[in-house]
């Protein structure tokens, strides 16, 4: 059964103190891995698009990187208006059709 | 270029009533997909439409409907309204398929 799982649920950061959030993965055909970043009560903001193994992508303090079974989202010497769930999707290969499964997220607090 | 639109932004609704969500995609994106949100479900698929055509459905009674005009423009209904309608609805543009979606900021609907 195609799943995305994301860890942890929560995570809390001194600023400054960099780490990594975690996506994944099972699907049957890998078409595309996306990350998104939401504020409370909005919509979710594109960051990133993967599509095979061994890409990455960068954008200010964030890097997205992709392996087989799954992705990391870096954040390096975070501020505290990083503070967002960040959502993880997966498109697999669904013929004609999308299908993109969802992740729960990550929701991340900088403290200052 | 303008984002993806969303009207209304908020709505308060009682049990039993409709209510009509609208969404205008980002100019050139032919998909549109509709999400609902509640804490802790994470994003949840209704549907999406391409070319004024449903191409795929989400797990959610016929209470939910939705369409899409010839100028990409989409509406989702929901008939008899039930208190555990209370999300944010979101709606998503694409311009095919397969391509990253771009999410608008939603419609908050309260179920009285």
């Known amino acids: 059964e195609d799943q995305v799982t994301q860890s942890p649920e929560a995570l809390r950061l001194q600023e400054g103190e960099s780490s990594s959030l975690n996506c994944s993965y099972t699907?049957?055909?890998?078409?595309?891995l996306f990350w998104y970043r939401q504020d409370p009560g909005k919509g979710p903001e594109f960051l990133f698009t993967?599509?095979?193994?061994?890409e990455e992508k960068e954008k200010e303090r964030l890097k997205a990187t992709l392996t087989k079974k799954e992705s990391f989202l870096h954040i390096t010497a975070p501020k505290p208006e990083d503070s967002a769930t960040y959502l993880c999707?997966?498109?697999?290969?669904?013929?004609?059709?999308?299908?993109?499964?969802w992740g729960l997220g990550t929701s991340l607090a900088v403290n200052p | 270029k303008a984002g993806v639109t969303q009207t209304p932004r908020y709505l308060i609704k009682t049990r039993g009533q409709q209510v009509t969500l609208s969404c205008s995609p980002i100019?050139?994106?032919?998909?549109v997909s509709w999400y609902q949100q509640t804490p802790g479900q994470g994003l949840q698929f209704l549907f999406e439409?391409?070319?004024?055509?449903?191409?795929n459905k989400g797990n959610f009674p016929g209470r939910f409907s939705g369409r899409q005009f010839s100028n990409s423009r989409s509406e989702m209904n929901v008939s008899t309204l039930e208190l555990g309608d209370s999300a944010l609805y979101l709606c998503?543009?694409?311009?095919?398929?397969?391509?990253?979606?771009?999410f608008g900021p939603g419609t908050r609907l309260l179920v009285l």
């Open positions: 699907v049957s055909g890998l078409r595309g």
């Open positions: 993967l599509y095979s193994a061994g």
């Open positions: 100019s050139g994106h032919r998909s």
């Open positions: 999707a997966v498109q697999a290969n669904a013929g004609n059709n999308r299908k993109l499964i």
């Open positions: 998503a543009s694409s311009f095919g398929l397969e391509e990253t979606q771009y």
């Open positions: 439409y391409f070319s004024e055509t449903q191409r």
